[in-house]
């Protein structure tokens, strides 16, 4: 039993009951060192000074009255916050150490350096307080922590200054927010072997995604240097998501998101003067490069994994790559204190935007809101003596200096940062909408400027001019009722698709890869597998910026495709997610960067080159190569193997026949791997040879607007025609009756893809009524269409008896 009066505790000694004897930090580091070691979880040697050696430091010094008069003081009004902070912080410095806590100190620091094989041993000096890093308060940074230290004299110089820190204008403001009494809050000091990181790049991971409270994710950030850069919002980090349930598959790479961030600076040791850490701008092909290489990024989503079932709570972690060694380590664990304390069954709230004026900006969407409001440009927090309340704060950055200041704002706007920035892990407690890694907020947003920050949009968050209509709609996920037609989400936005997980979905019955292509790839296939057809230089210049990083332009597209799609395909894993193939029109694909020389001239493409006959035509046959290729990599290699493929617009059996041709020859052999090959029922035909296509295809999603506009002859765009075009039409709905009938005659699933279900009540009970497998329609419309299938459902039970 650890001796709870020892100025020095060795984390070998400690674990995560231990948070009164040397806080939630170090608590949690002798946790991992006792326990998950043996896991293959590395964290760094060290040990502690204990809150009796603290508290012994202020009755040596008889500091105690000192520290409540300055408090008392500044309660009455009498001085400033500051003054009193700097009155505390100037005792502490200047008091004397007891000589049993030096000692020992010095000894521990010792029998460390032994163990490294150093005589001075870099160490990292890292405050740990007694109130920290609890469930429902992460106190993140509200303590100083010193990189670097080298030798006796300067180690007991940290831990005093460490001292010192518990009380800077942002830790005593924190303790008054949150009524923590200020001298009931002791503080012990870790000192861990310093990884050489500067060499070697670290960052910050959670086992939760930090935006939706998704569980079944880890998120990376990733810099070069020492993580207080990630840590601070000082450098646009790279960031991973893996995905944790095919982790254990070590013939899997569940990466589902990797992007290379900014990362223009980084934080090293300094070669000489007085300060220990100093940053320095990146080279070219360090801002280029990936922090870490898929093996490195599993590694550490596994221990995330480990840690997390561990202590049996999301948690926030920070880690470190040694430079030298290569070798990965855990520097910090603590609980996650936003997304997991919010209940699994409380409602959605959604919002939405209309009447936008101008984009202004983009960024990190931290949060889901939407707020209007007035700019304040801060570049110094201790430049400002009274923030408006209700501002929208747009700052280069921020640290816990900056707390009181965020409290008071409606939305936060940062040039630089990731999504594990202090920018982002406070807005999040606060509850406040952020918008983190703009690049250039400071600079082209002015004070009192009105403005609209949306983070409704999905990953990425906007800035509008002037003040939008904003919509917030809360959704309530109690007391869902189950029915026995399978409702299915449509999603296009990967980007958003996360924040859907608590529905009760039966999986994504339409996800379109051509939204992907359009909104994160950008560029025209066949521009990438042919570039040298595409004349135009400014458009070879923006392909070359967009795929920098590839030897192989193809697997920009190829890799890009994949993780986007398997964000969609996590979201509700193992359940089926039905991926449509691209389905442009040739006016749309012209659109993409290099499209222009690949398209043809049409008319009405409508119905010209569209759906699967591009997908064997020599003009697009090399372009439909690489979805193919996208495909087998996100089913095979990232291991969505839940994932079904569409053919859409297919006209004829021939034409399936040729499709099915192509994709076997490009590894998507129906049958291989599980894999099933659904077609969209969108044409007459298709209801007509149902049973022709159903010997070719495992199932039919009905298109329900091109299937009323090829019955009824009427343009779906025309606003002319309007009035016309309807679902409702009784040569619509005996057709969907047909296919249903013909599919089902030979064991055939049959879905529907779009939104008249949710919109009209008669619908859904016709569509039930029908025999309609599943149905699927946007998020938003899921609860409504739910209620009307089961009211449907519950009238057909009624009608024929059934209990």
């Known amino acids: 039993m650890t001796d709870s009066t020892a100025p020095v505790v060795d984390f070998d000694s400690v674990s995560r009951h231990d948070v009164g004897l040397v806080g939630g930090k170090n608590a949690s580091l002798g946790e991992m060192i006792q326990n998950l070691t043996a896991a293959g979880v590395r964290v760094p040697p060290g040990f502690a000074t204990t809150a009796a050696a603290y508290r012994r430091f202020i009755e040596s010094n008889g500091l105690e009255s000192l520290i409540r008069g300055q408090l008392a003081a500044w309660s009455d009004s009498r001085i400033s916050l500051a003054e009193a902070g700097a009155a505390i912080r100037a005792a502490f410095m200047q008091a004397d150490w007891p000589a049993e806590s030096s000692e020992a100190v010095v000894r521990f620091y010792r029998a ?55 009380f800077t204008d942002r830790a005593i403001s924190y303790r008054q927010a949150r009524a923590y009494d200020h001298l009931s809050v002791a503080l012990s000091v870790g000192v861990q072997q310093m990884v050489r990181s500067d060499r070697g790049g670290s960052g910050v991971m959670f086992s939760i995604d930090t935006e939706t409270g998704f569980d079944r994710v880890v998120l990376i950030n990733a810099a070069w240097g020492l993580g207080e850069t990630v840590v601070q919002g000082l450098v646009d980090p790279d960031e991973y998501v893996v995905f944790k349930p095919l982790l254990a598959d070590p013939e899997r790479v569940p990466i589902v998101e990797k992007t290379v961030g900014g990362k223009a600076i980084k934080m090293v040791y300094a070669a000489e003067g ?95 809101a939407a707020v209007n409001g007035r700019v304040c440009i801060v570049l110094d927090p201790r430049s400002v003596e009274d923030f408006p309340q209700g501002a929208i704060l ?60 949306s983070c409704a949009e999905g990953d990425t968050g906007q ?172 089913r095979e290699v990232l291991g969505f193997d839940n994932v079904i493929v569409m053919v859409p617009f297919c006209r004829t059996v021939d034409e399936a026949d ?22 969209m029922c969108e044409i007459p035909a298709n209801v007509i040879l149902a049973e022709d296509f159903a010997a070719r295809f495992d199932g039919f999603s009905i298109g329900s607007n091109d299937l009323t506009q090829l019955t009824l002859g009427v343009d779906r765009d025309s606003d002319e025609l309007a009035p016309l075009f309807s679902e409702h039409n009784p040569a619509v709905k005996r057709l969907i009756e047909d296919v249903i009938g013909r599919a089902h005659s030979v064991d055939t699933p049959v879905g529907l893809c779009g939104e008249a279900p949710s919109s009209h009540p008669e619908f859904a009970r016709f569509l039930v009524d029908a025999g309609i497998d599943s149905i699927s329609v946007n998020p938003a419309s899921f609860l409504a269409v739910n209620r009307n299938v089961h009211l449907a459902e519950v009238a057909i039970d009624n009608a024929t008896g059934v209990r």
């Open 112 to 166: 460390l350096g032994e163990r490294l094989g150093d005589v001075a041993p870099s160490v990292a000096v890292r405050s740990s307080a007694t109130a920290e890093d609890l469930p429902d308060a992460s106190f993140a940074g509200q303590q100083e922590t010193y990189l670097n230290v080298v030798g006796e004299a300067e180690l007991l110089l940290a831990c005093k200054r460490c001292y010192a820190s518990l």
């Open 274 to 368: 007085g300060k220990s850490t100093r940053t320095v701008a990146t080279s070219v092909a360090e801002r280029e490069r990936s922090v870490l290489d898929d093996s490195e990024i599993l590694q550490l989503a596994r221990w995330a994994c480990v840690i997390e079932q561990h202590y049996g709570v999301a948690m926030d972690m920070e880690w470190a790559r040694d430079g030298d060694s290569g070798a990965l380590y855990i520097v910090q664990a603590r609980p996650e204190t936003v997304q997991s304390q919010r209940r699994e069954d409380a409602a959605l709230k959604s919002y939405s935007v209309s009447d936008a004026g101008p984009m202004l900006l983009s960024g990190l969407a931290i949060g889901d």
């Open 394 to 453: 747009v700052a280069e950055n921020t640290d816990p200096d900056w707390v009181p200041i965020m409290r008071k704002a409606a939305a936060i706007v940062t040039d630089h940062g990731g999504r594990t920035s202090h920018a982002a892990i406070v807005s999040r407690e606060l509850g406040v909408p952020a918008l983190i890694g703009t690049g250039q907020a400071t600079r082209v947003l002015h004070d009192a400027q009105d403005i609209t920050v």
């Open 463 to 634: 800035v509008y001019e002037g003040h939008a209509e904003i919509f917030a709609e809360s959704i309530s996920l109690d007391h869902v009722p189950s029915t026995r037609t399978k409702l299915m989400l449509n999603l296009a936005n990967p980007a958003a698709a996360f924040r859907w997980w608590r529905l009760p979905a039966d999986g994504v019955g339409l996800a379109r890869m051509e939204f992907v292509i359009s909104n994160t790839i950008k560029v025209h296939p066949m521009a990438l597998a042919h570039p040298e057809r595409v004349s135009d230089p400014e458009v070879r210049a923006q392909i070359e910026q967009l795929t920098r990083g590839y030897a192989d332009r193809t697997d920009y597209f190829v890799e890009r495709l994949a993780s986007s799609l398997a964000r969609i395909a996590a979201f509700c894993h193992p359940k089926p997610v039905i991926v449509r193939l691209s389905d442009f029109k040739s006016n749309e694909y012209a659109n993409l960067l290099g499209g222009a020389g690949f398209e043809p001239h049409e008319e009405n493409p409508m119905l010209g080159l569209r759906g699967a006959s591009r997908y064997y035509s020599p003009r697009y046959r090399d372009g439909f190569a690489l979805e193919c290729r996208a495909l087998r990599r996100l």
């Open 658 to 679: 040729h499709v099915l041709t192509v994709m076997a020859e490009h590894g998507l052999k129906r049958g291989e791997r599980g894999l099933k090959i659904y077609v």
